[in-house]
């Protein structure tokens, strides 16, 4: 039965690597019923919002969404649809696998880390007083009745609030999703020593939790040390599992030794929902210019299929991907040794390049199954 897909080609790239995407997914023989659905600045300049209703209930009916990126627009009083996605559909998790390429151009090798970002709370829940503002005022009057520590009268104020409930929500998601892809590792990342009742609450629940998974080692580093870490050893690392401010500026450092956000795939992931998409933004100077990387938003869609459970397909175009990449002949620019290589194809020449890997490991595991009389 085919997949019943939203997908939102957004705006800036999105369109033409969305396209692309979709194009390398029908490759792969599963089939989808693409709900096609507007978000972002051009549907905005139409309906008066950036989000229409019709592309939310689409999500909610289909339960599964393809999202090319989408500019946030600035002074307009909108909101990210990114942001309101994630609150509106309650997508909990924030997954972001960053692997190592061969082919690619990068410092380092051998990097395989995914990244589980919870994502609806901590510094980013939107909880925030303007300084010199008489609500922040009475914020700071009430702590600083509560407390010896006194805040200054004039602060900016932002809430960081971590609860046990969605702390376990987000560790249990990283125990599991280790299990299922048969990691070996789950590292529960946090400035526990400084923030202890914020952080040191994710860590003790980061413990409960891990004592149900005796088959996945469990490892606690503290953020800064993380952060040298990965730049030091990335290949040590396997799962982390962090609140929400860590896991964006960590994920972003994760991207950054595979080879930038053009190989950055993602997913949010929630209990009725999950939005797949690239890491990265519109890039709306090459709007149009079939230029872009579309590798991290194909990725995306092989994340989507394995969420499908589509896993023979998802490793299909996976490999292919690699294939294309490591013979480095049909890749866009950034994936080249100098970035005005006049050799570099574009955006959709990249996707019909994968797209003849399918079709080339199609062929040959058919000639195997005839071969063996299947
Ligand atoms: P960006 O990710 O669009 O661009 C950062 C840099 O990376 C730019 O130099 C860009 O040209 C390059 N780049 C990004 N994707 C690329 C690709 N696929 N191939 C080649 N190069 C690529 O970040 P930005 O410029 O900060 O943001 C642009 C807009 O996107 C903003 O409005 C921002 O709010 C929005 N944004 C959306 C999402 C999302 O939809 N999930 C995520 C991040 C930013």
Request: aromatic fraction near 6%.
């Amino acid at each position: 039965m085919a997949h019943r897909v939203t997908l939102i080609p957004g705006d800036g790239t999105g369109p033409e690597l969305t396209q692309a995407a979709r194009r390398v997914l029908e490759a792969t023989g599963v089939e989808f019923e693409w709900d096609v659905r507007q978000a972002g600045v051009e549907v905005m300049e139409k309906e008066g919002t950036p989000l229409p209703d019709d592309t939310l209930e689409s999500i909610k009916r289909n339960g599964t969404a393809l999202k090319g990126p989408i500019t946030t627009p600035i002074g307009t009083g909108f909101r990210s649809v990114n942001v309101a996605l994630r609150h509106e559909l309650e997508l909990y998790a924030c997954v972001r696998p960053c692997k190592s390429y061969p082919g690619v151009r990068s410092r380092y090798e051998g990097v395989d880390v995914v990244v589980v970002r919870e994502n609806t709370e901590d510094l980013y829940a939107g909880i925030e007083y303007e300084a010199g503002t008489d609500t922040a005022e009475q914020v700071i009057a009430t702590l600083n009745a509560l407390q010896p520590k006194q805040i200054a009268p004039g602060s900016g104020i932002s809430v960081k609030p971590i609860s046990a409930d969605a702390s376990r929500r987000i560790v249990r998601f990283a125990f599991d999703y280790a299990r299922s892809h048969g990691r070996r590792e789950v590292a529960g990342i946090t400035k526990a020593n400084i923030m202890k009742f914020t952080d040191g609450l994710f860590l003790s629940v980061f413990r409960e939790v891990a004592a149900d998974y005796p088959e996945i080692a469990s490892r606690e580093v503290l953020v800064d040390a993380l952060c040298m870490g990965l730049v030091q050893r990335p290949e040590e690392y396997d799962v982390l599992v962090l609140p929400n401010l860590y896991g964006d500026i960590v994920s972003d450092i994760t991207a950054g030794l595979v080879g930038g956000l053009g190989l950055a795939p993602g997913a949010n992931i929630g209990a009725d929902a999950a939005v797949f998409e690239a890491t990265h933004g519109s890039a709306p100077r090459y709007k149009g210019q079939n230029k872009a990387n579309p590798t991290a938003m194909i990725l995306s869609g092989k994340l989507m299929l394995d969420h499908l459970r589509e896993r023979d397909a998802a490793q299909r175009l996976e490999q292919a991907v690699t294939d294309v990449i490591a013979e480095g002949k049909h890749v866009t620019y950034d994936l080249k040794p100098s970035r005005d290589d006049p050799t570099a194809v574009g955006t959709s020449e990249y996707a019909d390049a994968i797209i003849a890997r399918l079709a080339l490991s199609a062929r040959a595991s058919e000639r195997t199954g005839l071969r063996n009389g299947n």
